[in-house]
């Protein structure tokens, strides 16, 4: 999952700040065996920025891993489905 927050930054005016948070979770059974997390900062007015593959995932706790597993559950179950009839252009 990857989580993207955006404000504005000190520096030339428009300059703004992309606070990115990705995080990875590992299943076995549906139960998480292990969990990472990488943060960084993408800003519009640097010369150069992390490069996201780059920076060390954390190993962090698996709190969120019930909701999001629950999440997927729904996507998966509704990718199989035949496309609503409301979508269709005539």
Same mark, same amino acid.
């Given at each position: #999952?990857?989580?993207? !927050?955006?404000?504005?930054? !000190?520096?030339?005016?428009? !300059?703004? $700040?992309d &606070?990115?948070? @990705?995080?990875? #979770?590992? +299943?076995? &059974?549906?139960? =998480?065996? %292990?969990? +990472?997390?990488? %943060?960084?900062?993408?800003?519009?007015?640097?010369? !150069? &920025?992390? %490069?996201?593959?780059e920076?060390? &995932?954390?190993p962090?706790?698996?709190?969120?891993? =019930?909701s999001? +597993? $629950?999440?997927? %559950?729904i +996507?998966? $179950?509704?990718?199989?489905? $035949?496309? =609503?009839?409301?979508m @269709?252009?005539?």
């Open positions: #999952m990857k989580r993207t !927050s955006w404000a504005f930054d !000190s520096g030339p005016e428009g !300059s703004t $700040k &606070n990115v948070t @990705e995080q990875r #979770m590992y +299943l076995v &059974n549906e139960q =998480p065996v %292990k969990c +990472l997390e990488k %943060k960084y900062t993408i800003r519009s007015a640097a010369a !150069s &920025n992390p %490069k996201p593959e920076v060390a &995932n954390k962090t706790a698996c709190n969120s891993a =019930p999001e +597993l $629950k999440k997927y %559950k +996507l998966f $179950k509704y990718n199989k489905g $035949k496309q =609503p009839a409301c @269709e252009i005539d």
